[in-house]
């Protein structure tokens, strides 16, 4: 079965600071990949999705990057975070196109 | 214009009672795939159903049901004698087949109190 791994948890990071979320995906290959982020209190955001190794398409142009270096694992990634960078991201995968994804646990990120 | 609305920000019912959450979307594409997630305290989005565009009949799952009409543009999902906990915030969602992202509506804040 397929499992999506997401991690930290929780992260607490100063400003100016660096920031790398991983995720990878278990049980399947050539998935789609998805960064969401959620403000508190409010919807989901799409960041970044990609559809294969080195490919990235970016929805908002901001502070955050995106790398997939193999065919399971997907990078979110920001030189020098901000105070709107805080939020909750979730790492999402699917089969293929027009099929429903499935969401890691997220990470909670506060910038201080 | 891609999009989708969730006008209820929040509903809070007595248990028991059945409840109704709203979604309408836009899409040009004539193939599209529409979802709802529910998404616990915890903070994980759960899937709970998917529904094509060409698939216009109903679904029922236990207290979970969906109605999905095209003319209206509208994928509403109903919970019957809502238990304490099915309180979470529900979202609907869309991909259309020309894409490969899936957009998410803003949510609604579901609480059932006892």
């Known amino acids: 079965s397929q499992t999506i791994h997401q991690w930290p948890a929780t992260l607490v990071q100063p400003v100016g600071s660096p920031l790398s979320l991983e995720c990878t995906v278990e049980?399947?290959?050539?998935?789609?990949l998805y960064w969401y982020r959620q403000a508190a209190g409010r919807g989901l955001q799409l960041l970044f999705y990609?559809?294969?190794?080195?490919?990235i398409s970016s929805e908002v142009p901001q502070n955050l990057s995106a790398s997939r270096p193999q065919d399971r694992q997907f990078i979110l990634s920001s030189k020098k975070l901000l105070l709107s960078d805080s939020g909750f991201y979730l790492c999402a995968w699917s089969v293929r196109k027009n099929t429903e994804a499935f969401f890691g646990q997220g990470t909670r990120l506060t910038v201080v | 214009a891609q999009k989708v609305t969730q006008a209820q920000t929040e509903i809070s019912v007595v248990e028991k009672e059945d409840v109704t959450l709203d979604c309408v979307y836009e899409t040009r594409d004539t193939t599209y795939y529409l979802f709802w997630y529910k998404q616990p305290p915890s903070g994980e989005l759960v899937f709970l159903i998917r529904r094509n565009s060409f698939d216009e009949q109903n679904e029922i799952s236990g207290r979970y049901s969906w109605n999905f009409q095209k003319s209206t543009s509208s994928f509403n999902f109903t919970i019957t004698a809502s238990q304490v906990v099915d309180s979470a915030v529900y979202f609907c969602?869309?991909?259309?087949?020309?894409?490969?992202?899936?957009?998410f509506g803003s949510g609604t804040r579901l609480s059932i109190r006892p």
């Open positions: 049980g399947t290959s050539n998935p789609n």
């Open positions: 990609s559809v294969g190794i080195g490919q």
């Open positions: 969602a869309l991909i259309w087949s020309s894409a490969s992202k899936i957009i």
